[in-house]
């Protein structure tokens, strides 16, 4: 007889159209009711997940929690996911992924002794291959999902294994019509569900009432049980949870197909909607990676102990901001402004522990010499890292002498290097506040020194590059770049003697885009209605602040030395206004853009063009612990720190780093990112019912998402594939967890701090250097990105270890430091807590 596992959940998001308060209360009356459903109805279970829900019933009502334990330890209601929330599963990086598995999973191992072995994020917009391997080795055995739909993802069947990466697998369910049943239709989406699939044996159908919580309603119970007796003999309808379901999966004899690809795509707009969630979550993450490296060189120094509470409180910050409509952009406004809220939050604990940590390592330091201003530079990653550093200080006095202008030469190791002045972020009208600007190499993991002596000069320097007629040619042993003076595009861009940018360049191009939130209705951004021009000389004087009446060219050099070339370009599009940078380095071949944007648009969506000079190429991105082939023919892409035009034929490729710009998109060979889109705030339309002709009101004023100043930041270089895409990934993490630099002048009195860890392979990452969870021992993550084997050696000068790893393609490898033993060890993902095997 065939058999159907009618699974009660009652999705429940604390955050969206409401405000987390609204959703910490709803919580509550959702979690009674379905505590009341189990104690009157003995078949019945219910199923939930996300520990931070539990939380907060254990904060707010310990009684309803302890009746809730109770109803675990009886069977009657099942921990189902083991997350700390249902996230958003593309943006993550795959180390914060880790940490949603590991919070969770700890939460309900201490408070109901449970370990689901199904993973459960029925609501998320996509799901990345990377995520695979993170269940795999988490102890998850099973997923369910919802979306996307077979229109969107076509699927061999909804029964399959999942493939990673890595070659790890994972038996994966899509549910059917949704997670949810409307109050009282619970029985009519079990009946479509048999109709569906009349001749499977065993199936599974989410109900309940779900979104703003809700769960189980006594006439949904009602009418389930009218339909199992009428259905008795033919189909076996029982209460469920998603374990029995894949145990029964498992003992048949179908055989499931295998899918090794993205659960792609879903609401392609939310890679790009509000997008300072998108950058103050990214730089929070970033942040959060770095300062728990710092402070564990710092601990295991001898200088403090590991802050485990604050990094604690500071990771649950941005693991909530991870939800599902959270981080996609698709809360009402004042959702947003608490999320920016709770990631500055997690900000500052970030940066006060990162400026004990630095202060404490540099201590050892010794005291500086008379006359000489120091700068120190830690390095955070455990490679030699090559850079431009910039930093700024004051003068030990204030320049009273017109006649003269102070430039502080540096020196590393006694040597002068490469270095130039360049306008401070002050506008205080005195010669005292310098920011120097110099390029170095940073040893791994430790603390770099370096050394400025002020020199009086005649004058300040000149700016050296000039116009060629309307335009600027910017020339180097490595590099040529033409930036046209009448669009202000790059339009043609050399490195190494070789083409590798043809055409307008990084000028913004505005699309056609709607009001919907989440962008359900395309699967790209294809109409494109203009482009950003250069302002005419007197308004982009205007809009510069230039007010002695000398007008400036709109395009223009702000700063030329022995490191770089900074070319400013200010443009308009309609009511939007842009300063452009260009950052042209005087060694090597990476340079950066930076925009400053104040948009006035709204329904639109605002692109990034990239256009190169060769036609025949792929289009790679960073996705969750992986390196993923993006799509080529318009459809919105979603990737992480970085994505890059490789053409295996030509031997060229583009690689372009973000610091939180996730969409993109490639047509005609042209990569396109996405800046922003300026859609309503949680705005679109319901599956069953509409209210009004219009979306947006049409008597009153609306609020459109991303209205007001944005910034954005990108490095992009060029040179040959095998070159570029083996260091990509450090590269990229280089320019997310940047060194800290700042001057000061140390005690000389402390300890030496030794580096905490290197490694013999610049292409291996390492991804975590953490306390354990629950131990005194340490965690190094690492991770091979390229997708071929590799062998590295990781040692800790700090403790006089050493240990020579393998690497499988694409594989996460997590070492233990056991403080007890003095060895390095392999262990799990979740850290040696016993909680699953080996």
Request: aromatic share 10%; hydrophobic share 35%.
């Amino acid at each position: 007889m065939k058999r159907l596992h009618l699974i009660c959940n009652a999705h429940l998001d604390p955050v969206w159209m409401w405000e987390k308060d609204e959703g910490v209360a709803e919580v509550l009356s959702t979690y009674r009711t379905a505590a009341d459903f189990c104690e009157d109805y003995p078949d019945f279970i219910f199923n939930h997940n996300e520990s931070v829900l539990y939380q907060w019933v254990e904060e707010y009502d310990p009684e309803l929690f302890a009746r809730i334990q109770k109803l675990v330890r009886i069977g009657r209601w099942k921990i189902i996911g083991g997350f700390y929330l249902q996230p958003d599963c593309n943006m993550p990086f795959g180390e914060a992924m880790v940490r949603q598995a590991l919070t969770g999973r700890q939460y309900f191992k201490e408070k109901f002794d449970a370990m689901p072995k199904t993973a459960i994020n029925f609501d998320s917009f996509g799901h990345s291959r990377g995520l695979v391997q993170i269940f795999s080795k988490t102890g998850f055995e099973s997923y369910i999902v919802c979306r996307p739909v077979q229109d969107h993802c076509p699927l061999p069947a909804e029964d399959f294994i999942w493939e990673g990466y890595d070659g790890s697998k994972i038996l994966c369910h899509r549910g059917y019509n949704s997670y949810e049943s409307h109050r009282g239709e619970a029985d009519q989406k079990i009946e479509g569900y048999m109709t569906t699939y009349p001749d499977k044996e065993i199936g599974l159908v989410l109900w309940g009432i779900g979104d703003h919580g809700g769960g189980p309603s006594r006439i949904d119970y009602e009418k389930i049980e009218k339909l199992r007796q009428k259905t008795a003999g033919e189909c076996e309808l029982y209460h469920s949870y998603p374990e029995r379901y894949f145990e029964e999966l498992t003992e048949g004899k179908e055989e499931l197909p295998t899918v090794a690809k993205p659960l792609h795509y879903h609401s392609v707009g939310c890679y790009t909607s509000q997008i300072r969630i998108k950058q103050e979550y990214r730089h929070l993450e970033n942040m959060l990676l770095k300062v728990e490296k710092m402070m564990s060189c710092a601990a295991l120094n001898g200088l403090c102990e590991y802050p485990r509470k604050e990094l604690d409180q500071a990771w649950e910050d941005l693991l909530f901001t991870q939800f599902h409509d959270i981080l996609p952009g698709t809360t009402i406004e004042v959702a947003e402004d608490a999320a920016l809220r709770q990631l500055h939050h997690g900000t500052e604990i970030a940066e006060r522990l990162k400026i004990k940590a630095f202060l404490l390592m540099l201590n050892g330091e010794p005291r500086a010499e008379d006359g000489v201003i120091p700068i120190f530079v830690f390095n955070p990653h455990p490679v030699t890292v090559h850079g431009i550093i910039s930093c700024e200080f004051n003068l030990p006095d204030q320049n009273k002498d017109s006649s003269k202008w102070a430039f502080p030469r540096v020196y590393q190791d006694g040597k002068p290097i490469p270095c130039q002045v360049e306008h401070e972020a002050s506008n205080f009208n005195v010669d005292w506040r310098k920011k120097v600007v110099f390029e170095a190499d940073l040893k791994p993991f430790a603390m770099n020194r370096f050394e400025c002596k002020v020199e009086f000069w005649e004058n300040e320097p000149e700016k050296i590059l000039k116009k060629v007629g309307k335009d600027l040619l910017f020339r180097t042993d490595d590099l040529e770049v033409l930036i046209s003076g009448t669009t202000g595009a790059i339009e043609s861009l050399m490195a190494g003697g070789r083409e590798y940018l043809k055409g307008a360049s990084f000028v913004p191009e505005v699309f056609e885009d709607d009001y919907d939130s989440w962008g359900n209705n395309v699967k790209g951004f294809e109409r494109k209605e203009g482009t950003f021009r250069l302002m005419e000389k007197h308004r982009g004087s205007l809009f510069s602040g230039i007010t002695n009446g000398q007008d400036v060219e709109s395009l223009r050099v702000i700063e030329d030395g022995d490191i770089r070339t900074v070319v400013e370009a200010v443009m308009e599009y309609g009511d939007t206004t842009l300063c452009l940078h260009y950052y042209l380095p005087k060694h090597g071949s990476e340079i950066q853009v930076e925009l400053l944007m104040n948009c006035a648009e709204k329904m639109k969506m605002i692109k990034m063009p990239i256009f190169p000079s060769f036609q025949e190429a792929n289009y790679l991105g960073q996705v969750m612990y992986g390196r993923d082939e993006l799509p080529m023919d318009g459809m919105e892409a979603v990737a992480q720190r970085y994505t890059a035009l490789v053409s295996e034929k030509e031997d060229k490729a583009v690689t372009v780093i973000n610091q939180g710009n996730y969409g993109s998109d490639c047509r005609d060979g042209i990569m396109r990112i996405s800046l922003l889109r300026t859609p309503g705030y949680s705005a679109g339309c319901s599956d069953f019912s509409r209210r009004k002709p219009e979306v947006m009101e049409q008597e009153r004023y609306n609020h459109f998402v991303d209205q007001g100043i944005r910034k954005f930041s990108f490095w992009i270089d060029f040179g040959k594939v095998e070159e570029k895409m083996k260091s990509i990934d450090t590269r990229a993490a280089i320019h997310n967890e940047e060194p800290f630099a700042l001057s000061c002048f140390p005690g000389g009195e402390g300890k030496t701090v030794l580096p905490l860890i290197r490694l013999d392979q610049d292409s291996v990452q390492l991804t975590a250097f953490k306390k354990a969870a629950g131990t005194e021992n340490y965690v190094i993550r690492l991770f091979e990105p390229t997708g071929r084997e590799q062998t590295c050696t990781v040692e800790m000068p700090i403790k006089g270890l050493e240990k020579t790893v393998s690497l499988k393609p694409f594989e996460i490898k997590t070492l233990v430091y056991d403080i007890q033993s003095q060895e390095i060890r392999e262990e799990n993902l979740l850290e040696g807590e016993g909680l699953i095997e080996m």
